[in-house]
Each structure stands twice: as C-alpha cells, then as structure tokens.
C-alpha cells in the first residue's frame, strides 16, 4: 500500500496525525537526506510493515544506497542497544552498566554517510524504543559535532509523528 493510501486510511480521530506527517515535508533545519532517512529508519521502528514499506517507497527515490543502508542500519542496531543499555540503566544493580555489551556494532563506527546523519537516525529511533542512555548519548555527539537543537528537536519530532502514525493504522487495523 502506498504512503497516500495509508494516510487515506486514517480514521477522524487521526486528523493531527495526518496533518503532521505532511508537515513533515517542510521541515528546514533538515536536509533531505537526513528527513528521508529519519523516515526509512522510524519506519522499521515503528514495527509497522505496511508503514515502514511504505515510508521506505517514498524515500528510496532520493537516498542513495548507501544512506538506504545505514538508515536500516541505524534502525537495526538501535534495536539491539536500546534493549540493551535501557536494560543497563534500569536494572537496579549497577555492575550491569560496568560490564562490556560484547555486541557487535560497526555500523555505528563506520555507517557510510556522515556521521550526523547517523547520528540523527539513531537518536530518532532510540526516542521511539525509549532508551534514554542512548538518547542522551546520541544527543550529545550531535551537539559536539555541531547539531543545533532544532535539528535534533525536529529529528525527534518526525519520530514522534511516525510512531503515532504506527498507533493509528494499527487502530485501523484492529477495527477492520
């Protein structure tokens, strides 16, 4: 299904949801390649087939391979770490946090676009999987490679768009 169907399928009560995802579009303190791939990436987080299929259609088009590529691998290894280091930041013994993750992770030591693209994408997903540790560390290689507040802001609001966007299909889903 496309993006248009899908967001043609929204109920009413989803209005807001519709009307932020368009804005998304015109978000400036992006580029286009960082919005495209904030797209594929909380697309696969959001764990919304139709959804991720769909924003990955749209996106595709204008990202080259290898920014499709690390916008899944953004995706992929924040699935990993954010189980993982949430785990370490909420178990009540702290040794957890001390100890080596042993996970292999190279996508983020060398992701094949530029480091606050992949940054960004990162962050943007470890908002919607709630990992706090990595979303204050993300946040802050950002800010140390110059990212203004506004970008990661906007960053995290077209993850917050997307996952409502997620909850409102699988509504439309559960109603049908």
Partial sequence: ?????????????????????????????????????????????SRNPDLARALEAEA???????????????????????????????????????????LRMSSIGNPGVARADFELWSLAVSAINGCGRCIDAHEQVLREAGVGEEAIQAAVRVAAVVASLAVALESVRAAA
Avoid: I, W
């Avoid at 992006?30 to 987080?45: F, I, N, P």
């Avoid at 691998?73 to 993750?101: D, W």
């Fill in 1 to 45: 299904m496309t993006l248009d169907a899908l967001l043609q399928s929204l109920p009413p009560y989803a209005k807001d949801v519709r009307l932020n995802f368009s804005s998304l579009g015109r978000e400036e303190t992006l580029t286009a390649q960082q919005r495209d791939g904030l797209l594929v990436a909380c697309g696969l987080a």
């Fill in 60 to 102: 595709a088009p204008r990202l080259s391979p290898a920014a499709l590529a690390a916008a899944k691998a953004a995706a992929t290894v924040m699935a990993m770490n954010n189980v993982y280091y949430r785990f370490t930041h909420l178990a009540s013994n702290p040794a957890y946090a001390t100890r080596p993750a042993k």
